[in-house]
């Protein structure tokens, strides 16, 4: 089975501060997501990479930053923390080779911004 | 810009009823993911569907793709008190980017 770990389930920051998710996948996957989920508003893509130390834009990547120094790993960052990015983090890897395959998520990590 | 729509947005039911669950779009699809989601916890997968009509069963869940591959169904047979969630599908745009619905909620009371 594959396995999609993030380093925290919940975390609670300051405005203002830099703030590190990380999310590891043991499977060799390829590419990486990570999302956020708030209510009503579905899971939207921050970033992405299609392999190591490639990344990609996703539809609301403003405050955030991202890296991909090893294959198993891909870190987000929030450079200068603020409330607006109270929400949950949801990290997810995919293979490539075989097509069509599915993402696979890790539990979430929820973040407050104080 | 690819959009999907699930329905109903939510659901509540007893124990032993059966229900189905739709994803559209207007948009061709290579497959379909779908997903079932508890709170506090990330998604997880349940399928995969890849070919137009396809069909999949799993336990008590029959997920089938649309002949276009726009749209997809999941039929729960008997719901349990332990199928509820948060049901999430999600269409992959031939490996570019994946679009994902906004999930319906689905209640299951004893």
């Known amino acids: 089975d594959v396995k999609v770990t993030q380093s925290s389930r919940y975390l609670v920051k300051r405005t203002g501060e830099k703030v590190f998710l990380e999310c590891v996948q043991d499977m060799d996957h390829e590419n990486m997501f990570w999302y956020r989920q708030d209510p009503g508003l579905g899971l939207r893509l921050i970033y992405f990479?299609?392999?190591?130390?490639?990344?990609e834009k996703g539809d609301i990547p403003e405050g955030y930053s991202v890296s991909r120094e090893k294959k198993e790993r891909f870190s987000l960052i929030l450079e200068s923390a603020s409330t607006n990015q109270t929400s949950m983090y949801l990290c997810?890897?995919?293979?490539?080779?075989?097509?069509?395959?599915?993402?696979?998520f890790g539990d979430g990590t929820r973040l407050s911004i104080l | 810009t690819q959009l999907l729509e699930q329905s109903p947005q939510f659901l509540s039911i007893q124990e032993g009823e059966n229900l189905t669950v739709y994803c559209n779009s207007s948009?061709?699809?290579?497959?379909l993911q779908w997903y079932r989601q508890e709170p506090g916890e990330g998604p997880v997968l349940l399928v995969t569907?890849?070919?137009?009509?396809e069909v999949k069963k799993l336990k008590r869940l029959t997920f089938q793709f649309g002949d276009a591959r726009k749209d997809s169904s999941l039929h729960i047979t008997a719901a349990q008190p332990g199928d509820t969630g948060l049901y999430l599908c999600?269409?992959?745009?031939?490996?570019?980017?994946?679009?994902f619905g906004p999930g319906t909620r689905l209640s299951v009371l004893p």
């Open positions: 997810a890897s995919r293979a490539v080779f075989l097509g069509n395959q599915p993402q696979h």
């Open positions: 569907v890849v070919t137009g009509g």
């Open positions: 999600a269409g992959d745009n031939y490996g570019q980017n994946f679009v």
């Open positions: 990479s299609y392999d190591v130390k490639m990344k």
């Open positions: 948009s061709v699809f290579s497959s």
